[in-house]
Structure formats: C-alpha cells, structure tokens
C-alpha cells in the first residue's frame, strides 16, 4: 500500500502558496464537522488569528501587547472536539515544548476518549490535513506557523501543496494514513529498536495530571 505509482487521471485542485496555507487549511479545519486528520513531522505552537486581528501582525499574548489578537489554535481544536469532531494527530518529533505546555491547558484535548489522538512514529514525514473527509491538503508544510503560512511575509517558509476534494485521491491517502496509524508498518518496520512509541513522554505527563 505504501509503495505505489498511482495511474494518471484529471484531478480538480487548488494550488496553495505561502500564507494560501493559513487561508486555505486553517479555514478549512475552523468549519470542520466530523473528523480532522493531520500528519506532519514537526509539530509546534502555532497561534491564530481571532475576529480582531489579521496574519503577519504582531504576536503577542502578554497583557497589554496585543493580549487576545491571537490564539492557540489548540483552542480551536478544543472546540472542534466539544462538538465531537473526531481529532487525529500524527508525526514524527516530538512537540515543541511551548506546544506541550499549551496543550496541558486544554483538558478536553487530553482526555483518552473525544480528546486530541496522538501517535508518533519517526519515519513519518508526509504532511496532510484531512477534513470531515471530504477536502484534502497534500503538501511541503509541517504543523508550525511558518510551514502554514501564519507567520509575516518575510519570516514564513517557502511552501507549496494542492487542495482538493477528489474523492479517489482522498480515498487514497486516507487509506495510507490509516495504515500507519493502527501501526500497520510496525512489524516489518527496521527502525522499531529507534522507535519511542506513540507520544511515550506526553503519555507519562498525561498521567501524573490526572
């Protein structure tokens, strides 16, 4: 399943550039009603715009510097999973540290059932976010502001990937997700002896907090 060349055929897409990403992804995962399913690399802190603000300011969250123009956009994942949209998080490294932090902020996030799902695996390192199943992002940018385009126009990453809502496509790489989420690859996998396991250090703090 992992290794293929897919036959050609006409698919509908949208090319995504710089802050397209922002636009583009982050809209999307805002208006998400069933499930969001994110695969990435790196994965760090990365801080949104609310009704009050536009990407490429300023960001700060220190009272009286712009406190509450930008938000974690974790809290946007704790509503998502309020309304009971399915969360799926896969990568590679582990979390930046001020991501960690935030996280422990959202205990909806860490609850074992309806929470934000987590798995690592060091090998991973296609970057796709998948909403309610039905639109897909395929592209270079990891989970972090400057992949996604949050950041200014001089500090973002150089970033390009498609959108599209194909469903044969989506069908696709979801089944390739999939595959590496259940652990599918594990047993032939080489580098199992390197392997951490799925998020082992959030795991532990997940349990000394409760």
Known sequence: MLDLVAPARAVPLELVSGRGHYDRVIGAIREAHTSVWIATANVKELLIEDARARPGRRRSMRPGRGSGSYVSVLAILEELAGRGVELRLLHAELPSRPFRAELARHPRLLAAVGGL??????????????????????????????????????????????????????????????????????????????????????????????
Not at 131 to 152: E, F, I, P, R
Not at 186 to 196: D, G, I, N, T, Y
């Open 117 to 210: 799902a987590l798995r690592r695996c060091p090998r991973v390192h296609l970057k796709t976010v998948i909403v309610d199943g039905g639109l897909m992002y395929l592209g270079s940018a990891n989970w972090t502001g400057a992949g996604l385009g949050a950041k200014g126009s001089g500090r973002r990453n150089f970033e390009l990937g498609i959108v599209t809502d194909d469903g044969l496509l989506l069908d696709q790489v979801q089944a390739i997700y999939e595959q590496i989420w259940s652990g599918g690859e594990c047993a032939a996998c080489k580098l199992r002896v390197e392997c951490p396991g799925p998020l082992v250090q959030l795991g532990a703090k997940r349990r000394r907090t409760k």
